[in-house]
């Protein structure tokens, strides 16, 4: 069982920077972030392992904006945000892979993917609104 629980979430200007974080009870195999747009589905942002040799990855449209990061010990993801723009506006979940789904499709496939079907634990999701 692993309990996720999102915050950091707010308001800001575009060009400006937001850092939301997201704090894991159990564990997992591949963590990951996730938003999501009303009407639209559920976008894979950013993913990192727990352990092991699958890949850190990022969507196109965070690559080189947006960094992941792991404190294992406090058992906190992070989601450096910087450079945001009105595109970005999206509630924003943590999500848990637990059976090594993405791992397996990474070493098939050589690229790992953010599947939301993969993640079988989720957070309730913290708003990032960017504003004009």
């Known amino acids: 069982q692993v309990h996720l629980v999102e915050s950091g979430g707010g308001s800001v200007q575009a060009g400006g920077s937001l850092t939301p974080a997201c704090k894991i009870s159990?564990?997992?195999?591949?963590i990951a972030w996730f938003r999501q747009v009303v009407d639209k589905e559920r976008e894979g942002v950013a993913g990192?392992?727990?352990?092991?040799?699958?890949?850190?990855t990022y969507s196109d449209s965070a690559e080189g904006r947006f960094t992941i990061s792991l404190d294992n010990g406090n058992k906190l993801l992070y989601l450096q945000m910087n450079t945001l723009n009105p595109e970005d506006t999206a509630m924003y979940y943590c999500?848990?892979?637990?059976?090594?789904?993405?791992?397996?499709?990474?070493?098939?496939?050589?690229?790992?993917?953010?599947?939301?079907?993969?993640?079988?634990?989720w957070g309730q999701g913290t708003q990032v609104t960017v504003t004009s």
């Open positions: 990192i392992a727990t352990a092991g040799d699958t890949p850190t």
């Open positions: 999500a848990a892979d637990v059976e090594g789904v993405t791992r397996h499709r990474f070493l098939r496939f050589e690229r790992v993917y953010l599947l939301p079907g993969d993640f079988a634990y």
């Open positions: 159990g564990n997992a195999n591949y």
